[in-house]
């Protein structure tokens, strides 16, 4: 996936409220749900301009920001000096290229249904995460496809929360639990929004 789907919009990526909005729930339930400490190194997968990441930043030592999209890393590189801890940022697809090291936890925030294979993605998610650690993904739940109106990449309208948090079992995640975190509201209906959540053992 070369295509830069978010190069048109990603300088004006947090006009819109109902995102900004949707993100914040997403790091509150995160912040409710894990513990977090100073001495953290998280990644954040599909970063894009950094609203969830700016948001867990006081509360570990290290991000790594993970997106495919130039235009967002570059929104995102701009924050960089005001942010509360160390960031890294790296343009890479995570389908198919791997990072050296792991990760005491890995976020994401609306970035599963750009992932074709999602059961691979966690599968990698388990190889990069540290015994002990934590995934906490959040994305939309099953919907019609109405929530996108323009092609960005989407492989999946949303998911069935039974099923998404199967795949992570069977990646080898324990204690997954899927919940509730937000609902965006548009003219289109109402989408609710799930934090996965699971350690590996």
């Known amino acids: 996936m ?21 993100v914040t ?7 409710d ?8 190194h998280l990644l954040d997968f599909g970063s894009g301009t950094g609203l969830l990441l ?3 930043a ?11 999209s130039p235009s967002m890393n570059k929104q995102l590189a701009e924050k960089q000096d005001k942010l509360a801890c160390e960031l890294e940022i790296l ?5 198919s290229q791997a990072i050296e090291g792991q990760f005491d936890g890995i976020i994401s925030s609306m970035t599963m249904h750009h992932v074709r294979d999602v059961g691979a993605m966690f599968r990698r998610f388990h190889e990069m995460v540290k015994p002990g650690g934590f995934i906490a993904i959040s994305d939309l739940d099953k919907e ?22 199967s795949a992570a079992t069977q990646a080898g995640f324990e204690n997954v639990e899927v919940v ?5 509201e548009r003219e289109t209906g109402d989408y609710p929004v799930f934090l996965l959540i699971a350690s590996r053992p």
């Open 25 to 31: 729930n997403i790091a509150n339930a995160i912040l």
């Open 91 to 95: 343009q890479l697809d995570l389908e």
């Open 2 to 22: 070369s295509k830069d789907f978010f190069a048109h919009k990603a300088h004006i990526y947090e006009q819109n409220p109902d995102r900004v909005d949707n």
């Open 54 to 56: 700016e948001r867990i």
């Open 33 to 40: 749900k894990m513990k977090l400490a100073p001495s953290m």
């Open 58 to 68: 006081h509360h570990v030592r290290k991000i790594t920001a993970v997106d495919i």
């Open 180 to 184: 509730s975190a937000s609902i965006i």
């Open 144 to 165: 019609d496809g109405s929530f996108h109106t323009e092609d960005t990449g989407v492989f999946h309208f949303g998911f069935d929360r039974e099923e998404i948090g």
